[in-house]
C-alpha cells in the first residue's frame, strides 16, 4: 500500500489517487516535511507592466548615443563600405587576370576558334590585352606571342589590383 505524503495541510495529487482521494486519516502515518531552509532575501519583484517600461528605457539608454559614439559609427561603416570596394576590385582584377590565362592557354593547345565558349573566351582576352609586349616571327608565333603577352598583361593585372585593393582598404 502506497502511503500519501503529507505537505503542511494537503496530500499531494499522485498519493491521493493512489489512496483513493481525501487527506491524511489517523491510520495512516504522515510523512514529516523536512525543516525549511531560511533562503535570502529579494527585492520585491515589479509588476509587469513596470518590468517592461524599465527594460524599454535600458534599451533606449544603450541605443542613445554620444557624439563620438557616432562618429565611430560612421568611420566603421565607412570602412566596411571601402572594404568592400577593396574587396570589388581584386575580384575584377583577378577575373580579367583568369580570362587573360585561360585564353592563353586555349590558343596554346590550339582549340576550335569557332566553338562559341573558345570563341568568347579568346575575345575577352583580346578585349582585356594591354597590347602588344612582344612580337615574334616564325613558327608558332601566334601561340608564342598569345602567351607572352596575355600571360604578362594577367600578371599587370594582379600586381595593379593588389596594389589598388591595399590603398582602397582601411
Not at 13 to 24: D, I, L, M, V
Not at 107 to 117: D, F, G, S, Y
Not at 132 to 141: E, I, N, V, Y
Not at 151 to 167: M, N, P, Q, R, T
Request: aromatic content about 4%.
Amino acid at each position: 500500500m502506497r502511503l500519501p505524503r503529507v505537505t503542511g495541510r494537503r496530500t499531494t495529487a499522485g498519493s491521493a489517487a493512489a489512496t483513493g482521494g481525501g487527506t491524511a486519516t489517523a491510520s495512516e502515518p504522515a510523512v514529516a516535511e523536512p525543516p525549511k531552509r531560511q533562503e535570502p532575501q529579494q527585492e520585491p519583484r515589479q509588476e509587469p507592466e513596470q518590468e517592461k517600461a524599465v527594460a524599454a528605457q535600458e534599451k533606449l539608454s544603450r541605443q542613445r548615443m554620444s557624439g563620438r559614439d557616432a562618429g565611430r559609427a560612421v568611420v566603421a561603416g565607412a570602412n566596411a563600405v571601402r572594404s568592400r570596394i577593396a574587396s570589388l576590385v581584386w575580384l575584377v582584377a583577378v577575373v580579367c587576370a583568369l580570362f587573360l590565362a585561360v585564353g592563353a592557354l586555349l590558343v596554346a593547345l590550339k582549340m576550335n576558334q569557332q566553338n562559341a565558349i573558345v570563341g568568347f573566351i579568346t575575345d575577352t582576352a583580346h578585349k582585356l590585352d594591354l597590347g602588344t609586349f612582344k612580337d615574334f616571327k616564325g613558327k608558332d608565333a601566334a601561340v608564342k606571342s598569345a602567351l607572352t603577352n596575355w600571360g604578362i598583361a594577367a600578371v599587370i593585372y594582379l600586381l595593379v589590383g593588389k596594389v589598388l585593393d591595399k590603398i582602397i582598404r582601411p
